[in-house]
């Protein structure tokens, strides 16, 4: 390796959240980051021996292989590790480990903190925290509030709390993190599945980074006593390959031992495993991953969310794609009749008619309003409800945003016309395999028609269609939710709403 003169730019040491290591590390010139750790071993020798070890500290984490920039103070988690592999710089990587990295990338104290914004029945304020630290996971879990055990089935407060506004219909009300200005929490062999490396991923493997909870040959139910950073981690190396569609990183992470059943279980209410992420995260679904998966005899498609109890199918089912639940279908571990309900009581009927998010549902009506509270969108990274108590105007004030006065209900798009198309032909077709009861109520008491009739554009032609079915005009009649409405009320209170910006009841049910 050739030698390297460091310049005053290698040298600064002024940002806390890019430290001379870091901007070292992904530089392609391997001899800069030798360089610098060579620095730091220089520094240290001239550094007296008296000196108080937090000043000693400060003096040399610029120029160490173990300095960590923190996501929850300055936006992104990283180390030098982490950009050599992110950079795929595998001679960095090399240079790094000699020097005593933590082939992990990110110290465990960090996945805990990042962990504790997954915690079911977490303070909600934690889901504000951003350049802000939540407590450790040890302070967090004896709390009153949090739910015990965290794998196990909803609440009733739970669903409680899912009546006072609008949820995605797999997970819970308040996504995690959709609110965190950072990036994710990443061990060193999970951003280089994302990468797609095989190289530095057995590069950094070789290293005996942990690897045990991604490894395990059963199934878990809890997370174990002893917290490693692979059990503590909200994603996996599998999952990463996956959501990035490096299919070859996947079979290879197969071929070596790593599990096709991980469920990251420090996320228990957004925890999936491998083959639902294939179909519910990947824009579009990556079935070439999801097709490896199903090869491999280890895997259980059957598995469902350990908390929503959500079905592979149900995820499809939400994309409105029927070609894609034919092709799921076609496993004889995943026909339509076994994907039964959530743990909401969701059909696959139900979760094909709901509202994709709030702006499809008539808002303007009370009856409505009170009635519905999940959608079926898959989003994670934008979608989150209209904030409608900032439409009051007798809360206004100066910090008023563009969403809180962008008039109600929007104009109905190219896209909202083609959701309507897919969600008919979904309907339909769910009801021809007859695997599908339209009287099935979930656990608000809801059918199938009872989200249709809640949409802001209703389908009539639908409507007629369905209540001509079997049966379906006692439903649109006679079966009522939790609320008292049928169907067909429904349907009339939301044609005689008035529209107006701001109504009194939206802030009656938080």
Same mark, same amino acid.
């Given at each position: 390796m050739t030698s390297y003169e460091l310049t005053e730019d290698d040298l600064n040491d002024d940002m806390d959240d890019e430290p001379p290591c870091v901007r070292a590390a992904r530089n392609p010139n391997s001899a800069v980051i030798s360089a610098i750790l060579a620095h730091g071993t220089y520094l240290s020798s001239q550094i007296p021996a008296g000196m108080i070890p937090a000043r000693r500290n400060s003096m040399l984490r610029g120029f160490s292989a173990n300095t960590y920039v923190s996501g929850a103070i300055h936006g992104y988690y990283t180390s030098p590790l982490l950009e050599a592999v992110r950079a795929s710089l595998p001679e960095n990587v090399e240079v790094l480990l000699q020097a005593g990295a933590d082939p992990n990338g990110i110290p465990l104290e960090y996945l805990d903190?990042?962990?504790v914004r997954f915690i079911r029945g977490?303070? /909600?304020?934690?889901d504000t925290y951003s350049y802000v630290t939540c407590p450790p996971r040890s302070n967090v879990m004896p709390t009153e509030s949090v739910v015990k055990p965290q794998i196990s089935p909803l609440t009733h407060d739970e669903v409680l709390q899912r009546r006072t506004g609008f949820s995605r219909f797999w997970t819970e009300s308040a996504l995690p993190i959709i609110s965190f200005r950072s990036k994710p929490a990443r061990t060193a062999l999970e951003e #280089? #599945?994302?990468?797609?490396?095989? #190289?530095?991923?057995?590069? %950094?493997r070789a290293a005996n980074p942990d690897e045990t909870w991604w490894t395990a040959r059963e199934i878990p139910s809890r997370l174990p006593s002893i917290l490693t950073h692979s059990a503590l981690s909200v994603?996996? /190396? %599998?999952?990463e390959a996956i959501n990035s569609v490096k299919n070859d990183m996947v079979r290879h992470l197969l071929a070596v031992g790593y599990s096709p059943n991980i469920l990251p279980l420090a996320a228990p209410t957004c925890c999936l495993p491998p083959h639902m992420t294939a179909v519910a995260f990947c824009h579009p679904p990556n079935i070439a991953a999801y097709d490896i998966l199903a090869l491999d005899p280890r895997t259980d498609l059957a598995l469902r =969310?350990? %908390?929503y109890s959500v079905h592979v199918l149900h995820f499809a089912t939400a994309r409105l794609d029927t070609g894609l639940m034919e092709h799921l279908c076609k496993h004889p571990v995943t026909p339509l009749s076994t994907a039964g309900c959530t743990d909401?009581?969701?059909t696959l009927l139900h979760i094909a008619s709901l509202p994709l998010t709030d702006f499809h549902i008539n808002l303007f009506s009370r009856k409505i309003f009170e009635s519905i509270h999940d959608v079926r969108t898959l989003d994670t990274k934008s979608w989150v409800p209209i904030d409608l108590s900032r439409r009051n105007p007798a809360n206004r004030g100066i910090l008023v945003s563009r969403n809180d006065e962008a008039p109600l209900p929007r104009v109905r798009n190219a896209e909202d016309e083609l959701d309507e198309r897919k969600q008919e032909e979904m309907i339909l077709w769910l009801l021809e395999s007859g695997t599908q009861d339209l009287a099935a109520q979930d656990v608000y008491g809801n059918t199938p028609l009872h989200y249709? =009739?809640? #949409?802001?554009?209703v389908n009539e032609k639908l409507i007629k269609v369905l209540r001509e079915k079997e049966g379906g005009d006692i439903v649109w009649k006679e079966i009522r939710n939790e609320r008292g409405h049928s169907p067909e009320e429904l349907f009339q209170d939301g044609l005689a709403v008035e529209v107006e910006q701001w109504k009194a009841f939206w802030t009656e049910y938080q």
């Open positions: 903190e990042y962990s977490r303070d /909600p304020k934690y #280089a #599945a994302r990468m797609g490396d095989i #190289a530095v991923f057995d590069q %950094v994603s996996s /190396p %599998v999952h =969310t350990p %908390v909401l009581g969701h249709l =009739t809640s #949409a802001m554009w």
